[in-house]
């Protein structure tokens, strides 16, 4: 776990948080790229969010392109916003930020939502191998309910619905789609991400059928029949517990959440699920995400 003491003695500035925002940014430059002295030094402007090369006076500024980039809010409590988003099993809200940081709550809402944008920040190629596909429905009432309580959906009507799509112990994509999803939504949706040479993994819903025909294999977990691992040793276990996991973001961190701004919270669950096995990392790897 990176703790607080860590974070701390990491980011005790904004100059420290500046110069942390400079060496990712810059870390590729060989030189200058203005004078193309190699090795040029930068010297920090202390007035500004800005280093400038000693050489011919050319100005880096490490926030450009950036979600800092317009912001008048402190580095440090952007970072410390970053590290309570990272280190929470279920997230924060805004009213948790504005009470640790003394901001308003307008500028903590705001803060949150550019660092959601930031977890979505990394590039991302069609799934491919085994791909989990799962779709749920959140709000409205659940129309269907399994023996062990187990929440299935079968209707979408008046409900926004969401598809995830899952490698293997790799790359996520959560993904809002039509409330009024029928196959060909279903089969342009997972077309579009997930790779033909993939095998396919869903439960019974009727609108994976027509698509999985195009896929190397389609496999089939029939939940309605109770089974959890099909007789080729499938299972879906995973894409369903990344559901878990942002249900119970949004209903212990954040109670409702509009559609609006669904596709920063799928973001915000994508990143922590893919990363939950290096707790120690998910700063910095959200740090390396810092501009597209
Ligand atoms: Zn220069």
Redesign the pocket.
């Given at each position: 776990m990176y703790t607080i003491a860590q974070f701390v003695k990491e980011y005790p500035t904004d100059d420290s948080c500046l110069e942390k925002l400079f060496n990712i940014q810059y870390s590729q430059l060989k030189g200058?790229p203005?004078?193309a002295?190699e090795n040029?030094q930068y010297k920090r402007i202390k007035t500004r969010r800005c280093y400038q090369?000693v050489?011919?006076?050319?100005q880096l500024y490490p926030t450009a392109g950036t979600i800092f980039e317009k912001t008048t809010t402190p580095l440090r409590f952007w970072f410390y916003a970053m590290y309570m988003m990272v280190v929470t099993r279920n997230g924060v809200s805004a009213k948790e930020i504005e009470r640790a940081l003394g901001v308003t709550y307008k500028t903590a809402w705001r803060m949150a939502h550019k660092i959601r944008e930031m977890m979505c920040n990394r590039p991302i190629n069609k799934l491919k191998g085994d791909v989990m596909v799962d779709e749920t429905a959140l709000g409205g009432i659940e129309r269907f309910r399994h023996k062990n309580k187990k929440k299935h959906v079968i209707g979408f009507s008046g409900k926004t619905v969401v598809i995830a799509m899952m490698e293997d112990k790799g790359k996520i994509i959560g993904l809002q789609i039509s409330d009024k999803a029928n196959q060909d939504e279903f089969g342009t949706v997972v077309s579009k991400f997930v790779d033909k040479s993939s095998v396919l993994i869903t439960d019974g819903h009727g609108g994976y059928r027509k698509v999985g025909k195009e896929y190397s294999k389609h496999e089939i977990v029939s939940h309605e029949k109770n089974e959890y691992v099909n007789k080729n040793g499938y299972s879906t276990n995973a894409v369903e517990n990344y559901w878990s996991m942002f249900k119970r973001m949004v209903k212990g961190t954040h109670i409702h959440i509009s559609s609006k701004h669904l596709p920063k919270y799928l973001a915000e669950n994508t990143f922590r699920y893919e990363n939950r096995a290096r707790p120690d990392e998910m700063f910095d790897i959200m740090l390396s995400q810092l501009s597209s």
């Open positions: 200058c203005a004078c002295v040029a090369c050489e011919c006076g050319h």
